[in-house]
């Protein structure tokens, strides 16, 4: 099978690469490297240095003609999307349509979409929360993550596009950027390293804490390939 990764140069997205391609499959790699990095590429699979706004997505699947869409590019700051939501919106929103208006004229049987579970969930009053909470999205990114899997279902319905949605919780593993918000177990391990200490914060309004799902990168790579031919039309919590 012919599979397209965006964001393969990235953390999770090149994890996932590594998979596919230890499963036998045919990997494209298309990233603009902002955040991502090509040592990070398989060797065994298609680079393409491009971002997923540009024109040139059109003539990468013409020519490829990939079975398969993995959308793991994105715009990941929570705190950029507020500073700057129309930039958000333009690569998360925006970028992702561009895909798949490529992806239906060329035959893509399926898209694997990669939502989030924290941030689409907001503040949730259901813990352990399941797939049929109703999201309250509290941030730009959140609220473009949301669209993204509505413009899904309707691409399903209009084209009959199949799709699988993974709602991630946080991830953590090799390759993992050791700063930003979502870094925290990259970071807690340099400073165990450095022999620093790591700093938790209490808040007197939340006295009993608060509550963050962590999962290892290798599960989620397992969670990409089943999706690759199971849950047509459903989203997952992927979680502990």
Do not use: W
């Amino acid at each position: 099978m012919k599979i397209l990764v965006t964001g393969g140069a990235g953390f999770i997205g090149s994890n996932v690469v590594d998979g596919y391609i230890k499963q036998g499959h045919e990997v494209l790699v298309v990233d603009d490297l902002s955040s991502g990095s090509k040592d990070n590429v398989n060797p065994a699979a298609v680079f393409y240095q491009v971002d997923i706004r540009s024109e040139e997505i059109r003539s990468i699947f013409e020519k490829e003609r990939p079975h398969v869409l993995n959308h793991h590019a994105a715009q990941i700051s929570v705190p950029a999307s507020v500073q700057d939501p129309l930039f958000d919106a333009d690569v998360n929103i925006k970028g992702f349509l561009n895909l798949l208006e490529s992806a239906v004229r060329y035959n893509t049987e399926k898209v694997v979409f990669i939502s989030s579970g924290g941030a689409i969930y907001g503040e949730a009053k259901e813990y352990p929360t399941s797939e049929d909470y109703t999201p309250q999205p509290l941030s730009p990114y959140a609220v473009a993550k949301f669209c993204s899997e509505k413009y899904l279902a309707f691409y399903h319905y209009q084209y009959g596009l199949k799709y699988t949605t993974l709602r991630y919780a946080n991830i953590y593993g090799p390759r993992q950027i050791r700063h930003g918000e979502a870094g925290v177990v990259a970071i807690f391990m340099d400073n165990i390293i450095e022999g620093k200490e790591s700093v938790l914060y209490h808040f007197e309004n939340e006295p009993e804490g608060m509550i963050r799902d962590y999962c290892y990168v290798g599960d989620v790579v397992e969670a990409n390939i089943k999706a690759l031919s199971a849950a047509d039309g459903e989203f997952i919590n992927i979680g502990t």
